[in-house]
């Protein structure tokens, strides 16, 4: 069955703190893994992996793939309060479209 | 572009009585997801539509919930005789042609049964 599990499951940092969330993720046929940011609303897309795209850059966030650890790290760089929120990272389902959600890193960015 | 709307944002019902959701995706988007979440967890799949058909569904949708798609535009997700443990949130995300697993998700619809 396809599992995501995501750690830690919660982080405090201090703000122009860098911090690094972890995903790690089994599946029988990858296709892509999203990264999702979660204040106290739905989820906002952040970015999308592929094994043809294996790092992103927006901004002070970056992700990268690791296919074969079967593995995604979402990096934040001088972080600040705004980026408290819970981080989620999905991976497609085999069977389709349908994303399977880790329960996610509660991140607290504290001034 | 107003992005994925669902209504209402709140329901509180009580035990046994049936609720229904609507969810409008983003005009071009040709598939529909809605997705459940509950406290310290990540959302779960319910079930997908492309255009009107309903393409797969988990096992979470026990009998009790049904979901349409009729002309391939909104969705409804209708809960029937709710039980405590349906209280969640209901999320709707839609994804379109080009950059088919990129979901982008409305504002939810919070449930409450008591």
């Known amino acids: 069955e396809d599992k995501v599990v995501q750690s830690p499951l919660s982080l405090v940092v201090h703000e122009g703190d860098t911090v690094t969330l972890n995903c790690s993720y089994e599946v029988t046929n990858f296709r892509s893994l999203l990264w999702y940011k979660q204040e106290k609303k739905a989820p906002t897309f952040l970015f999308m992996l592929?094994?043809?795209?294996i790092e992103k850059k927006s901004g002070r966030l970056s992700s990268i793939l690791d296919k074969k650890e079967l593995s995604s790290i979402l990096n934040i760089t001088a972080t600040q309060t705004g980026d408290s929120a819970i981080y989620l990272c999905a991976v497609v389902l085999n069977s389709g479209y349908a994303l399977n959600f880790g329960k996610g890193t509660s991140l607290l960015v504290t001034p | 572009d107003t992005g994925v709307s669902q209504d209402p944002r709140h329901k509180i019902t009580k035990r046994g009585q049936n609720v229904t959701f609507r969810c409008d995706p983003i005009?071009?988007?040709?598939?529909l997801y809605w997705y459940r979440q509950t406290l310290g967890q990540g959302p779960e799949f319910l079930t997908y539509f492309q255009n009107e058909a309903q393409l797969e569904k988990s096992r979470l949708l026990s009998d009790r919930f049904s979901a349409e798609r009729p002309k391939g535009s909104f969705s409804t997700l209708e809960i029937q005789r709710t039980e405590q443990g349906d209280s969640a949130m209901y999320l709707c995300?839609?994804?379109?042609?080009?950059?088919?697993?990129?979901?982008?998700f409305g504002p939810g619809t919070r449930l409450t049964v008591t």
């Open positions: 005009s071009e988007h040709n598939r």
């Open positions: 592929t094994s043809s795209g």
């Open positions: 995300a839609s994804s379109g042609r080009r950059g088919a697993y990129e979901q982008y």
